[in-house]
């Protein structure tokens, strides 16, 4: 057990469907980072927050968004599901020094 | 933009010999070298890092040797286990926010 919890553990929804993915970081990090995994492919990096706000954005698309929360948890939007879209969404958190990731077991989306 | 990448998609080894992992990067500036372990259906797994003005570094059956003038990385794996058999990604880290870019990954086959 990492410290980083997400869930749902899977997810089974429909193209044009919204989801939302939660994500509790490891106590005491303030950074939580979203990546996208899709079959037997690296890890995509989406998007970072920093104690809330966010600081940096990667490849995410704009159907997608997240936020991050005053306890620190933090969200994953997904609006009008493409079949596309079915991959492993992981979350990381780091601590506020240098450091680095910790992964939580990831949430499996498939869209159907 | 720049990017971390892994010379060999795939490697096979026999059980008991010794394994090499490498790793191209392109940014000089990141400040950490990062070597993760990902098993089927879990999240990344850190295994070891390098600060950037390091050369060499160990640890449990573990070594990650960071050449700057050619900019590579690797990851030796001492007497390999069929444990060790998981996709293995590095990635560079920058500081002050712990931004961290993943590379394609390796898939290590153990072979009994």
């Known amino acids: 057990d990492s410290g980083v919890t997400q869930t749902p553990k899977h997810l089974i929804t429909a193209t044009g469907q919204r989801v939302t993915l939660r994500c509790s970081p490891r106590?005491?990090?303030?950074?939580v980072y979203w990546y996208q995994q899709s079959l037997d492919q690296g890890l995509q990096f989406l998007i970072q927050y920093y104690n809330g706000e966010e600081r940096a954005k990667g490849n995410i698309l704009e159907r997608f968004s997240a936020q991050q929360f005053p306890d620190l948890h933090s969200e994953l939007n997904l609006s009008s599901l493409e079949l596309g879209d079915s991959a492993l969404y992981f979350c990381?958190?780091?601590?506020?020094?240098?450091?680095?990731?910790?992964f939580g077991p990831g949430t499996r989306l498939t869209v159907l | 933009g720049e990017s971390v990448g892994l010379h060999l998609p795939t490697l096979s080894v026999q059980e008991g010999d010794n394994s090499i992992i490498n790793c191209a990067y392109s940014n000089s500036a990141s400040d950490y070298f990062i070597w993760y372990k990902q098993e089927s259906g879990k999240g990344p797994q850190f295994i070891i890092d390098?600060?950037?003005?390091?050369d060499k570094r160990q640890g449990q059956r573990v070594t990650v040797l960071l050449n700057k003038t050619v900019k590579h990385l690797s990851l030796q794996i001492a007497a390999t286990q069929p444990g060790d058999s998981a996709v293995y990604f590095c990635?560079?880290?920058?500081?002050?926010?712990?931004?961290?870019?993943f590379g394609a990954g390796t898939r290590l086959t153990v072979k009994p």
């Open positions: 990381a958190s780091s601590p506020r020094t240098s450091g680095s990731l910790v």
């Open positions: 990635a560079e880290l920058r500081l002050p926010y712990n931004d961290m870019r």
């Open positions: 390098i600060r950037s003005n390091m």
């Open positions: 106590s005491g990090d303030l950074s």
